[in-house]
């Protein structure tokens, strides 16, 4: 999403120099697209999510599909987590005691 608002701040800025809107009118319109896009973001992740969990309470643990992961990865992209690990819980780092010792 945020190459989305750079790419219309870019567009936008290319009228202001131009003088086709002015700065002040650049501000309010990034400011209404930010807060949209926002709003869409949290919207479209919610209906996401609440796809993944009604998929996995009906197919249940037996489900081999991958449907849900596949939404879930789409979550992610809509919510800017570019990497796995970032949204995996952790379960091991470099600080965890060996239970061996």
């Known amino acids: 999403m945020d190459s989305l608002k750079n790419s219309i701040r870019t567009s936008l800025n290319i009228l202001t120099r131009s003088g086709v809107i002015s700065p002040e009118q650049l501000v309010q319109v990034m400011g209404t697209i930010e807060e949209n896009i926002s709003s869409w973001r ?3 992740s919610g209906k996401l999510k ?3 969990i ?3 309470s009906t197919m249940g643990d037996t489900d ?3 449907y849900s992961l596949g939404i879930r990865r789409a979550e992610d992209i809509i919510l800017g987590y570019t990497d796995v690990s ?3 819980p952790v379960l091991e780092t ?5 239970p061996t010792d």
């Open 42 to 44: 949290e919207e479209t």
């Open 86 to 88: 970032q949204r995996l």
């Open 94 to 98: 470099e600080e965890t005691p060996d």
């Open 64 to 66: 081999e599909s991958f």
């Open 54 to 56: 009604d998929w996995e």
């Open 50 to 52: 609440q796809m993944a």
